[in-house]
């Protein structure tokens, strides 16, 4: 810090995830930050990820303390999806920040519905009058359970 100025030119660095979104897709999609110093990636690996779903609670409890025992390849490979389901489902959510419900387009519900199926779980999203409707029963020992398990995505 400089005593003339009171600034700081110390990199930004951001060792926990900040979960101040109200609501998990928040967190979710808020889970990349940039800064000063690069992007702050809360999933840019397995282990990283993991860290992240336990801090954040965005999947169960029993997905969470599952996930701890799969191997780092398993972990990569979900922190690989997570990824890559967060930048899909940013466009998703900006459109729903912008009109709701409404806003939510059939290919969204077929992407999500995607990422939903893997694993040896059943989980769907489907339209409504009212909103979106959301049904899920999951097996949370499979690996592909942390990315295709989402408490109220949407």
Do not use: Y
Request: aromatic share 6%; net charge negative.
């Amino acid at each position: 810090m400089s005593a003339a100025s009171g600034s700081t030119n110390a990199p930004f660095h951001l060792s926990m995830p900040m979960l101040i979104g109200g609501h998990p897709a928040l967190d979710f999609v808020n889970s990349v930050v940039a800064s000063d110093a690069g992007p702050v990636d809360w999933m840019r690996d397995g282990q990283s990820f993991l860290e992240w779903l336990l801090a954040s609670h965005a999947v169960p409890v029993a997905i969470q303390t599952a996930a701890q025992g799969f191997s780092a390849q398993q972990l990569n490979r979900a922190a690989a999806e997570a990824r890559a389901l967060r930048e899909e489902f940013r466009e998703v959510l900006f459109r729903w920040s912008v009109a709701g419900a409404h806003g939510v387009l059939p290919a969204d519900v077929e992407l999500l519905n995607t990422h939903l199926a893997r694993g040896n779980l059943l989980q769907s999203v489907s339209c409504a009058a009212d909103g979106v409707e959301f049904r899920v029963e999951r097996d949370p020992s499979h690996p592909s359970a942390i990315t295709a398990d989402r408490k109220s995505v949407v």
